[in-house]
């Protein structure tokens, strides 16, 4: 099972998380098993070790060397601003599973 963390910039971002929801039901209509979950910037020395895929809201977000030093094996991407605008969680999944290969 691969893990999918969205990060947001805000300190409580109840729209990053209904995203990460979105994305995680879009999986488990398709028969995909991931485990998708959000967490804001502040909450980065909770993300897992063993995190497959790291994503981030836009705007373009400025923790990236911390995540990588916390996570060195993980991939990390910014989401396109209008998928995530449009919580197109299908979308999404597919630009997650086209990051990690599968």
Known sequence: MKKIVLVCVKNYDAFACEV???????????????????????????????????LFAPPRYRHLDRIKKICPNAKIDMIDFN???????K????????????
């Open 91 to 102: 979308a999404i999944l597919e630009f997650a599973k086209n990051i990690l290969g599968s």
């Open 20 to 54: 990460a929801k979105d994305i995680q039901r879009a999986a488990d209509e398709a028969g995909i098993e991931i485990e998708c979950s959000s967490m804001t910037a502040a909450e980065l020395h909770r993300l897992p070790k063993d995190t497959d895929l790291v």
């Open 83 to 89: 998928l995530y605008a449009l919580r197109d969680g």
